[in-house]
């Protein structure tokens, strides 16, 4: 008898058929390793005409899943977790009750289909290939621990469990946001960032009162109440970009995101804005080194979204932005009105508008230059976290020479000392 004809590759056949039914989360296959599990799937339609390509297929589908080291089921049910469609990113804002019934009953469809292909335990599918190949074949088998909520898992028929996903879903958004905890603005889209800065707040030190003051403030945020925008403002080198990125270690299980956008990107800030609004994330938009030179494009956006507009602000967005400038736009003695060579009738207005910027920030956090007590203190808090096994007065002694040789005082100066001397006591 065939192999055509068994009831492995009418089984295979029928998983075809389920990934082929998908209305709403056809995305969740479109990965390497669900495209890989498609190709198999199609492979085996071939049977034993062509056991090399199933041979072929199987491996590729082994190599997608090694290379996450996820198990088909655990790697299956994360998709549907981030996946982003119509009816995840609807009932994060309405109650299932308050939605289309179609697009309820195509979700619950799509979640028998995909309960199906689920199923499909990797040692059948090594089976079906090796009556395919005459060959011996590997299961997919990976002892890793479940990292999804078990609610998929362990449920009987996953188009009853839509209630408890769709609480899922308002608690833990989708799409990128799900998966990323921070992102940068890059052509008119959100790009994940796999690897952030992992800069903890236990490692900063010297600025106490205003690390205090922003870990306030973001708690509003997270709690749902208004919370401010942000200027951090002060010489080079005192952790004010640190600060911020650290928040993000602290509150990112608590649907913290960080967006970094560049000042290059800051004319699409209105827009950006928008399409965070009713996410059930909390957001701070990250601007590093922020300055404007006169008639900039990104200084009017900016200020669009600090002062508002007719469009009401959204509770889950704040600015936090750091900058060497005080009053944020480039000042120049040109630009004091002269009545000369000046036909503007109130130019001093003109200037006031200008330096007033950063007072549309609701907080200004000022961090002074380091001096040696604090800079040295920051050496010591570094150097215990690294663990180096040198005297106080010793330490002491290197960073100074340290600071006078290299860049002065400052945090990012005792960051790199320290991390050089690690290196170098380790090395010998």
Same mark, same amino acid.
């Given at each position: 008898?065939?192999?055509?004809?068994?009831?492995?590759?009418?089984?295979?056949?029928?998983?075809?058929?389920?990934?082929?039914?998908?209305?709403?989360?056809?995305?969740?296959?479109?990965?390497?390793?669900?495209?890989?599990?498609?190709?198999?799937?199609?492979?085996?339609?071939?049977?034993?005409?062509?056991?090399?390509?199933?041979?072929?297929?199987?491996?590729?589908?082994?190599?997608?899943?090694?290379?996450?080291?996820?198990?088909?089921?655990?790697?299956?049910?994360?998709?549907?977790?981030?996946?982003?469609?119509?009816?995840?990113?609807?009932?994060?804002?309405?109650?299932?009750?308050?939605?289309?019934?179609?697009?309820?009953?195509?979700?619950?469809?799509?979640?028998?289909?995909?309960?199906?292909?689920?199923?499909?335990?990797?040692?059948?599918?090594?089976?079906?290939?090796?009556?395919?190949?005459?060959?011996?074949?590997?299961?997919?088998?990976?002892?890793?621990?479940?990292?999804?909520?078990?609610?998929?898992?362990?449920?009987?028929?996953?188009?009853?469990?839509?209630?408890?996903?769709?609480?899922?879903?308002?608690?833990?958004?989708?799409?990128?946001?799900?998966?990323?905890?921070?992102?940068?603005?890059?052509?008119?889209?959100?790009?994940?960032?796999?690897?952030?800065?992992?800069?903890?707040?236990?490692?900063?030190?010297?600025?106490?009162?205003?690390?205090?003051?922003?870990?306030?403030?973001? !708690?509003?945020?997270?709690?749902?109440?208004? $919370? *401010?925008? +942000?200027? %951090?403002? #002060? /010489?080079?080198?005192?952790?004010?970009?640190?600060?911020?990125?650290?928040?993000?270690?602290?509150?990112?299980?608590?649907?913290?995101?960080?967006?970094?956008?560049?000042?290059?990107?800051?004319?699409?800030?209105?827009?950006?804005?928008?399409?965070?609004?009713?996410?059930?994330?909390?957001?701070?938009?990250?601007?590093?080194?922020?300055?404007? !030179?006169?008639?900039?494009?990104?200084?009017? $956006? *900016?200020? +669009?979204? %600090?002062? #508002? /507009?007719?469009?009401?602000?959204?509770?889950?967005?704040?600015?936090?932005?750091?900058?060497?400038?005080?009053?944020?736009?480039?000042?120049?003695?040109?630009?004091?009105?002269?009545?000369?060579?000046?036909?503007?009738?109130?130019?001093?207005?003109?200037?006031?508008?200008?330096?007033?910027?950063?007072?549309?920030?609701?907080?200004?956090?000022?961090?002074?230059?380091?001096?040696?007590?604090?800079? *040295?203190?920051?050496?010591?808090?570094?150097?215990?976290?690294?663990?180096?096994?040198?005297?106080?007065?010793?330490?002491?002694?290197?960073?100074?020479?340290?600071?006078?040789?290299?860049?002065?005082?400052?945090?990012?100066?005792?960051?790199?000392?320290?991390?050089?001397?690690?290196?170098?006591?380790?090395?010998?």
């Amino acid at each position: 008898m065939s192999i055509l004809n068994t009831p492995a590759i009418a089984s295979s056949q029928f998983l075809k058929r389920q990934a082929a039914s998908l209305l709403l989360y056809q995305s969740v296959l479109s990965g390497d390793v669900g495209q890989a599990f498609l190709q198999l799937l199609q492979t085996l339609r071939q049977g034993e005409e062509d056991g090399l390509a199933c041979l072929i297929a199987y491996g590729n589908w082994f190599k997608t899943l090694a290379a996450r080291k996820q198990s088909w089921q655990d790697y299956l049910i994360w998709q549907i977790l981030q996946d982003d469609n119509p009816f995840t990113q609807q009932v994060q804002r309405t109650s299932i009750q308050d939605l289309p019934p179609a697009l309820v009953a195509a979700a619950q469809q799509d979640l028998q289909s995909l309960q199906n292909l689920y199923k499909c335990s990797t040692e059948q599918l090594s089976q079906w290939v090796q009556k395919a190949s005459q060959l011996t074949v590997q299961p997919v088998a990976w002892n890793v621990q479940e990292v999804q909520p078990t609610f998929l898992h362990h449920h009987d028929n996953w188009a009853n469990a839509l209630h408890d996903l769709a609480t899922y879903y308002r608690q833990h958004g989708t799409g990128l946001f799900a998966k990323y905890g921070a992102l940068c603005w890059q052509s008119g889209q959100f790009v994940g960032i796999a690897h952030p800065d992992p800069v903890q707040l236990t490692e900063l030190v010297g600025y106490e009162s205003q690390q205090a003051t922003l870990l306030k403030n973001t !708690e509003f945020l997270l709690a749902g109440y208004p $919370a *401010l925008h +942000v200027l %951090l403002y #002060g /010489s080079r080198g005192s952790g004010k970009s640190s600060l911020v990125k650290g928040l993000l270690q602290k509150y990112g299980d608590r649907n913290l995101r960080l967006i970094e956008v560049a000042k290059s990107e800051l004319k699409d800030l209105p827009q950006i804005v928008e399409q965070l609004r009713d996410v059930p994330q909390k957001f701070i938009i990250f601007v590093d080194d922020l300055s404007f !030179e006169e008639d900039d494009d990104a200084f009017k $956006a *900016l200020k +669009v979204v %600090l002062e #508002g /507009s007719v469009t009401a602000r959204p509770q889950n967005v704040v600015v936090y932005a750091t900058s060497n400038r005080r009053h944020l736009v480039r000042e120049l003695f040109s630009d004091r009105p002269r009545p000369i060579d000046n036909d503007e009738v109130h130019a001093w207005d003109t200037v006031q508008e200008k330096l007033s910027f950063s007072d549309r920030f609701g907080l200004t956090l000022t961090f002074e230059p380091t001096n040696q007590d604090t800079y *040295l203190k920051i050496v010591q808090h570094l150097a215990l976290q690294a663990d180096i096994n040198l005297t106080q007065e010793d330490i002491e002694y290197r960073a100074l020479q340290w600071a006078t040789r290299h860049n002065g005082r400052s945090g990012r100066s005792a960051r790199q000392f320290v991390d050089f001397l690690k290196a170098e006591l380790a090395i010998g």
